[in-house]
């Protein structure tokens, strides 16, 4: 089973930043209420929704050649449960951007509240064509790239 964890990206820059949504379906909160937790998405999907992210960042700025394999993080917080149907927002920054490594930070929140953050997530760039198929790739980011409507 593959979890697709980014539902819309909103923009991005070039090895920089990137932002987009998340969207918690009805599905995804039984995977706690059968260990007895109230109804909300586990912890490790929505960190999961984050390094996706952030590996879109790294598909999308080495033009669907390179992809992301996180190899560490230094600090995860959970700040409160996302409950079903909740819109999470997820933001990626780069710290640094190397050849040999990726730096970068993640925030997930509902509304003004953070909900998640990933603090010093190191990414690998690896060949994309080696773990997937690149033209797939570019089929779903056809689907799911929703760039934020600016309003005057």
């Not at 992301?68 to 819109?87: H, N, Y």
Request: charged residues 25%; glycine residues 6%.
């Amino acid at each position: 089973m593959k979890f697709r964890m980014v539902d819309q990206i909103h923009a991005w820059e070039r090895g920089r930043c990137i932002s987009g949504v998340k969207t918690v379906s009805f599905e995804e909160y039984d995977l706690k209420t059968a260990f007895g937790c109230p109804a909300h998405l586990p912890e490790t999907l929505l960190m999961e929704s984050l390094f996706q992210l952030g590996n879109w960042l790294i598909v999308l700025s080495s033009d669907f050649d390179r992809m992301a394999m996180v190899t560490r993080t230094e600090e995860v917080r959970f700040d409160r449960p996302v409950a079903p149907g909740q819109a999470v927002t997820l933001d990626a920054s780069v710290r640094r951007y190397r050849e040999d490594g990726i730096l970068f930070d993640g925030r997930a929140t509902v509304g003004s509240d953070q909900v998640a953050a990933g603090l010093g997530c190191l990414a690998v760039p690896v060949p994309l064509a080696e773990y997937c198929s690149p033209d797939d790739l570019r089929v779903l980011y056809s689907e799911i790239f929703r760039p934020e409507r600016v309003q005057s």
